[in-house]
């Protein structure tokens, strides 16, 4: 069965440097999120990417994130200078379609634990 | 402010038990609801739910969408300890276009 993966389980970095999560969407999925959830407490919707460009974002989602589909397969979320409250669990997602339509749901990967020192 | 609420937060039962999650949100324009089950890591779809009044049934679990109360419950029935795990309400909203606001969760403990 088609999944979601991500890279890396789990990171561990120093507060100011820049980080990218890797996650590898199902492959004939369209649509494309990152989500984050700090130990504790609930998951929170960052952004999601349609069509080679950002379609939504919260206001989490600060000019030090960005995201980027570099290839067919990839898509990524960079951090640019990581504060220690960025500390969290990313979860990146795939549907078929985008939110609103009766064949939407949102795959899931596995999650990348993120830990700013 | 789209916001999404669940109760209780945290529900310890015993195997065989009956159980019912609420959620409740307001939100301008809603599109649709959506249920989790998150155990270790990432979340996993249960239902989605548009239509007020229809129940969807996946095994021991039900749920049902009530417009009116701007609610909606996930039920499941003869809990098995396989069911402890955070479940997650979401909500899809016409005016944030391609997000979703989760709620808090309500964590499930289900014991021998």
């Known amino acids: 069965e088609p999944e979601v993966t991500q890279t890396p389980s789990h990171q561990v970095t120093q507060m100011g440097q820049e980080v990218i999560l890797r996650c590898v969407p199902i492959?004939?999925?369209?649509?494309f999120y990152w989500y984050r959830q700090i130990l504790g407490q609930k998951v929170e919707f960052l952004v999601s990417?349609?069509?080679?460009?950002?379609?939504?974002k919260s206001e989490i989602f600060d000019d030090q994130f960005s995201v980027e589909r570099p290839d067919g397969s990839n898509f990524t979320l960079k951090i640019r200078s990581t504060k220690l409250e960025d500390s969290a669990m990313y979860f990146c997602?795939?549907?078929?379609?985008?939110?609103?339509?009766?064949?939407?749901?949102?795959?899931f990967g596995p999650g990348t634990r993120l830990t700013v020192l | 402010e789209d916001k999404v609420v669940q109760s209780p937060l945290s529900l310890v039962v015993h195997e065989g038990d009956t159980v019912t999650l609420n959620c409740s949100y307001e939100?301008?324009?809603?599109?649709?609801l959506l249920w989790y089950k998150q155990e270790k890591k990432a979340p996993t779809f249960l239902f989605m739910l548009t239509s007020s009044g229809i129940e969807k049934k996946s095994g021991r679990l039900s749920s049902i969408l009530d417009k009116k109360e701007l609610s909606s419950i996930l039920n499941i029935t003869a809990t098995q300890t396989g069911d402890s795990a955070i479940y997650l309400c979401a909500v899809e909203a016409e005016t944030s276009y391609d997000k979703v606001i989760f709620g808090p969760g309500t964590s499930l403990s289900v014991i021998p």
């Open positions: 997602a795939s549907s078929p379609t985008g939110t609103g339509s009766y064949l939407n749901e949102q795959f």
């Open positions: 939100v301008t324009n809603f599109r649709s």
């Open positions: 990417f349609y069509n080679n460009e950002i379609s939504e």
């Open positions: 492959s004939n999925h369209l649509y």
